[in-house]
C-alpha cells in the first residue's frame, strides 16, 4: 500500500514555500514554519540543520520546477529561435514567482544543491551547443552560455525590482534580441550571414569544435586536443 502522507520534511518544505510566496522572505520564520507544517520547530534544525538549510531546499525545489518546465516545453526545430523560447519561460518563470526566483538567483547565501542548479545550468549549454553544431554560434559556447545566462537572470531580477504595473517587458525582448545578434548568424553556410572572414571561420570553428569529442574512432586523444587548441585559436581571433 502506498502511503499518501506526506514526509515531515516535505511538509515543511511546502510550508516554507507558501510562506514564501505569500509573505516574502521574512515570512519564513521558524515559528511560522513549524505551525504552518504542524510540527514542533526543532524539526526543522533535524531536518535542515537551520533555517538557511531550509532555505536552500526551498531553492532547490524552485530549481526542480524550473527544470521540469524547460524539458515539457515544446521545442522548436530552428536553434536560435528554440533559444528564444528558453529566454523567455525563464523571464515568465521569475516573474511568475518573484519570491522564489529571488532565493534561487538573488541570494548570494541560498547554496542550493549543485544536482538542481547545474541541472539547470546543463540546459542552457545543450541549447547554446545545438546553435553552435549548426554553425550559427560566433563565439564559443561556454562563453555565450555564460553571457546568456548573466543576461536573463540580470534582466529578470530588474524587472522584479519593480511594481508589477511598471515592468516593461520589451526590456527583456530588447536584450534577448541584442544578445542573439552579437552571439548568432542568420544562416550557415552562407557569407552574407557573416560581416567578416574571421567571423565566418570563427562559427564554423565553433561548429566542428563542439562535435569534436565524437571523434574518438578518428583521431588519437593528442590529436583531438591540439586540433581543439587550434579552433579554440580561430574562435578566439574571429570572435
Known amino acids: 500500500m502506498i502511503d499518501l502522507v506526506p514526509s515531515t520534511r516535505e511538509r515543511i518544505i511546502t510550508a516554507a514555500i507558501d510562506l514564501l510566496t505569500s509573505g516574502g522572505r521574512q515570512a519564513v520564520s521558524t515559528r511560522a514554519v513549524s505551525a504552518a507544517a504542524g510540527v514542533q520547530p526543532p524539526a526543522i534544525y533535524r531536518q535542515f540543520g537551520d533555517m538557511q538549510g531550509l532555505l536552500d531546499a526551498v531553492a532547490d525545489r524552485g530549481f526542480a520546477s524550473y527544470i521540469e518546465s524547460k524539458t515539457n516545453r515544446v521545442r522548436a526545430d530552428d536553434p536560435v529561435d528554440d533559444l528564444r523560447s528558453a529566454w523567455d519561460l525563464h ?10 526566483y529571488v532565493l534561487m538567483y538573488g541570494d548570494p547565501r541560498s547554496e542550493s544543491s549543485p544536482s538542481a542548479a547545474s541541472r539547470a545550468a546543463d540546459i542552457l549549454d545543450d541549447l547554446v551547443e545545438r546553435i553552435a553544431r549548426a554553425g550559427r554560434l560566433r563565439t564559443d559556447v561556454r562563453r555565450a552560455a555564460a553571457m546568456i545566462g548573466a543576461s536573463g537572470v540580470g534582466v529578470t531580477l530588474t524587472l522584479l525590482a519593480r511594481p508589477p504595473e511598471d515592468q516593461d517587458l520589451s526590456v527583456s525582448e530588447l536584450t534577448r534580441e541584442a544578445l542573439l545578434a552579437a552571439l548568432t548568424v542568420d ?29 574518438t574512432g578518428v583521431l588519437t586523444p593528442g590529436e583531438r586536443t591540439l586540433l581543439a587548441e587550434l579552433l579554440d585559436r580561430l574562435i578566439r581571433t574571429g570572435s
Open 91 to 100: 523571464v515568465s518563470f521569475g516573474l511568475a514567482n518573484p519570491e522564489l
Open 187 to 215: 544562416a550557415p553556410g552562407g557569407t552574407a550571414a557573416f560581416d567578416s572572414p574571421g567571423r565566418r571561420v570563427a562559427a564554423h570553428s565553433v561548429a566542428l569544435r563542439s562535435v569534436l569529442p565524437e571523434a
